[in-house]
T-cell receptor, first 109, second 115 residues
Framework: GQQLNQSPQSMFIQEGEDVSMNCTSS?????WLWYKQDPGEGPVLLIA?????ELTSNGRLTAQFGITRKDSFLNISASIPSDVGIYFC?????????FGTGTRLQVFP | GAVVSQHPSWVICKSGTSVKIECRSL??????MFWYRQFPKQSLMLMAT?????????EQGVEKDKFLINHASLTLSTLTVTSAHPEDSSFYIC???????????FGPGTRLTVT
């Protein structure tokens, strides 16, 4: 099935550092969402973006909906150990979500 | 609000047997249910979409006779993996929609291991 490409695939950072990850697609989406998945659990919605160019924050998280509607980025500021997990972007396409390949984040104290 | 449960959370079965996974929306009604499959270190892949009272629509490459989906009520959907094989071992996640297209929630997942 169709997938969105995320980069980097994995990140190893120190606590307190800022993190940035990207998501790109060959198709246009009208809605972009960012999820976090902890091991053995379902994804949890972090941020939803509904308009091209939109910049939205949720605490230490900031995400932007690319102006071309083909990409999005997620920033995490001042990372903490509980930020560890897999981050997925997802684009809403007509009637279903298409998930990205994921970025695995490890935070070291 | 928007609590989704799945049962069982994990199951081990022998090859050739069938396994039923239940997904319940505890505090809302779900007219549409998505079922995803996630292999280790991979992303979520949509298997099928079902609407309450209707037959499910399966994604390309997903066998409808192998993965039986029942969405008989607005709060319960089931996925039955029939004649399971080791390659069906995966993490299965249900995802009901509460209202509009952006109110999609995810269950905690069911880890299936077929021996």
């Amino acid at each position: 099935g169709q997938q969105l490409n995320q980069s980097p695939q994995s990140m190893f950072i120190q606590e307190g550092e800022d993190v940035s990850m990207n998501c790109t697609s060959s198709s246009i989406f009208n809605t972009w969402l960012w999820y976090k998945q902890d091991p053995g659990e379902g994804p949890v919605l972090l941020i939803a973006l509904y308009k091209a160019g939109e910049l939205t924050s949720n605490g230490r998280l900031t995400a932007q909906f690319g102006i071309t509607r083909k990409d999005s980025f997620l920033n995490i500021s001042a990372s903490i150990p509980s930020d560890v997990g897999i981050y997925f972007c997802a684009g809403f396409n007509t009637d279903k979500l298409i998930f990205g390949t994921g970025t695995r984040l490890q935070v070291f104290p | 609000g928007a609590v989704v449960s799945q049962h069982p959370s994990w199951v081990i079965c022998k090859s050739g047997t069938s396994v039923k996974i239940e997904c319940r929306s505890l505090d809302f009604q779900a007219t549409t249910m998505f079922w995803y499959r996630q292999f280790p270190k991979q992303s979520l892949m949509l298997m099928a979409t079902s609407n309450e009272g209707s037959k499910a629509t399966y994604e390309q490459g997903v066998e409808k006779d192998k993965f039986l989906i029942n969405h008989a009520s607005l709060t319960l959907s089931t996925l039955t993996v029939t004649s399971a094989h080791p390659e069906d071992s995966s993490f299965y996640i249900c995802s009901p929609i509460a209202g509009g297209p952006y109110e999609q929630y995810f269950g905690p997942g069911t880890r299936l291991t077929v021996t």
